[in-house]
């Protein structure tokens, strides 16, 4: 008997090669996924009377976005990243903690005719407002977000033939000074506009932030059921960088700072927290990864 079986189109797509590359250096983490559920009360309720104040909608992930950069500022040792060492072991991985927080937000995008990801970094997370959040990301909504600027090192990296293109990824990341301008220093991922509960991801960073959808939900408040908007809140860390304590604590000082979201502080409550990240060394490398 035949059994037909179809055609079957092959063909090289240039748009998602730096995710194989990515995806082929994130091979190297050692990851371990955590997770928690956030009640969204006080965001879901500023959202719907916010858009006067900022001048449209506020996106979830940006409200995320804001208290990543306040807990990382308060978790310095998670706002790092892994060092490679060099080939033949000659110098151990050491790892690199930097004193400005940068995301590195995930985006599902068009690029040549084929649904990609690209990543947008955002600096500066440890002092930006909602509402400069919120601008930033407008900029990569609609079309034409692959032809941006900044990601013009991505248009060419997916250019190259595939084995100088692995070699100018590894290059791009060697120098510990300028992994936040390539690769940020903290990962973010939502994929919350879908009905996504909640979902792991690592995104070459020691801590990875993933965010399902908010949905209603049955939850106990102060010994009564009731029903209010809940959120998966997922970490991924790399246990080579931090260990699971420190990720505990990160993961359950972002779901306090969501929780306690006060829309008159937007968390500026920190008055020593500018002060303290000024007068830290841009990178800082410390001690040695395992080797």
Not at 94 to 115: C, H, M, P, Y
Not at 201 to 206: E, I, K, L, Q
Not at 263 to 279: H, I, K, P, V, Y
């Amino acid at each position: 008997m035949t059994v037909d079986q179809g055609t079957v189109s092959i063909r090289p797509v240039r748009a998602r090669r730096h995710t194989l590359y990515f995806l082929e250096y994130a091979a190297g983490q050692r990851p371990v996924f955590l997770d928690t559920e956030v009640d969204m009360t006080r965001v879901t309720a500023h959202r719907r009377t916010a858009r006067t104040a900022v001048g449209g909608k506020i996106s979830l992930v940006s409200y995320v976005l804001l208290a990543t950069g306040r807990v990382l500022a308060r978790h310095p040792e998670g706002n790092a990243v892994m060092v490679p060492g060099w080939p033949g072991r000659l110098r151990a991985p050491r790892i690199a903690r930097f004193s400005q927080v940068t995301a590195k937000l995930a985006l599902d995008r068009d690029v040549d005719g084929e649904r990609s990801v690209l990543s947008a970094l955002l600096p500066g997370l440890e002092q930006a407002g909602l509402a400069e959040i919120q601008e930033r990301i407008d900029r990569y909504r609609g079309e034409g977000t692959a032809d941006l600027p900044e990601f013009a090192r991505v248009r060419r990296l997916d250019r190259l033939p595939v084995p100088l293109g692995r070699l100018a990824f590894a290059a791009a990341l060697r120098d510990p000074r300028r992994r936040a301008a390539v690769f940020g220093t903290v990962s973010v991922s939502s994929l919350g506009h879908q009905p996504v509960d909640g979902f792991h991801s690592t995104g070459g960073t020691a801590l990875t932030v993933c965010l399902g959808q908010v949905a209603e939900r049955p939850t106990v408040k102060d010994g009564v059921l009731a029903v209010a908007p809940l959120m998966r809140l997922s970490l991924a860390f790399d246990h080579r960088v931090v260990d699971g304590a420190t990720a505990a604590d990160v993961l359950g000082d972002l779901r306090r700072t969501l929780e306690e979201f006060d829309a008159d502080e937007e968390f500026d409550a920190d008055s020593g927290l500018r002060g303290a990240a000024q007068d830290q060394r841009p990178v800082r490398l410390v001690g040695r990864g395992p080797r």
